[in-house]
């Protein structure tokens, strides 16, 4: 099961602030959050991932609270084109370096003209 | 293009029948994966390869499905006797480092 948890569904006007919250409280020491997004018929795409501190990336901004039982992904300035599911994952495999994410159901974002 | 290609993107086949999906990863990529995507759903692990060994398997992965990556390169996915529940979306995934996945468009399967 994923170990995250993110609400359905958000709205975001276009050309604002596009804030998606993730809870991720089990979340052990060596554990990174990624976060992915999936656009309408095409396979998820990687956006961003950190550990504790706050990342930047060109596409969004990720920031980690100080005990990391949450996290928030920034999109800073929402089009038309970020519409699409975003999923919070954390780093799950019980032997590390493999790789196997697990998703959850993620928040349906929508950006509205 | 240098993204990962799959192959079909679209597949309709009668149950009982076998059937198989091909993914070719980024060429410097060494590991490859396979999930699976139903409706409304998150996508589902599936399979792993680092080079050519298989070194991971789902549970979802019943004994009807098969995954090959010879000599670490393209990756083929068979599902013997299909199913009605196996429609879904299979997607690739390839990358260098293990969560940093780079995603096909996904093969979606129609058992009728």
């Known amino acids: 099961d994923a170990k995250t948890t993110q609400p359905p569904s958000m709205d975001c006007a276009e050309g604002r602030a596009a804030n998606l919250p993730c809870n991720h409280s089990?979340?052990?020491?060596?554990?990174?959050v990624y976060w992915y997004r999936q656009i309408h018929s095409q396979g998820p795409q990687y956006i961003i991932h950190?550990?504790?501190n706050n990342e930047t990336n060109e596409m969004a901004s990720l920031i980690i609270t100080e005990d990391r039982k949450s996290s928030t992904l920034i999109l800073p300035h929402a089009t038309l084109r970020d519409t699409a599911v975003y999923y919070c994952?954390?780093?799950?495999?019980?032997?590390?370096?493999?790789?196997?994410?697990?998703f959850g159901k993620g928040t349906k974002l929508s950006v509205k003209p | 293009d240098t993204g990962v290609s799959q192959d079909p993107r679209h597949k309709i086949t009668k149950r009982g029948q076998n059937v198989t999906f091909r993914c070719d990863p980024i060429?410097?990529?060494?590991?490859l994966y396979w999930y699976r995507q139903t409706l409304g759903q998150g996508p589902e692990f599936l399979t792993y390869f680092q080079n050519e060994a298989q070194l991971e398997k789902s549970r979802l992965l019943s004994d009807r499905f098969s995954a090959e990556r010879p000599k670490g390169s393209f990756s083929t996915l068979e599902i013997q006797r299909t199913e009605q529940g196996d429609s879904a979306m299979y997607l690739c995934?390839?990358?260098?480092?293990?969560?940093?996945?780079?995603f096909g468009p996904g093969t979606r399967l129609t058992v009728t």
């Open positions: 995934a390839s990358s260098s480092r293990a969560y940093e996945q780079y």
């Open positions: 950190g550990l504790k």
């Open positions: 994952i954390v780093n799950s495999s019980p032997r590390g370096s493999q790789g196997n994410l697990i």
């Open positions: 060429s410097e990529h060494n590991r």
């Open positions: 089990t979340i052990s020491g060596n554990e990174y």
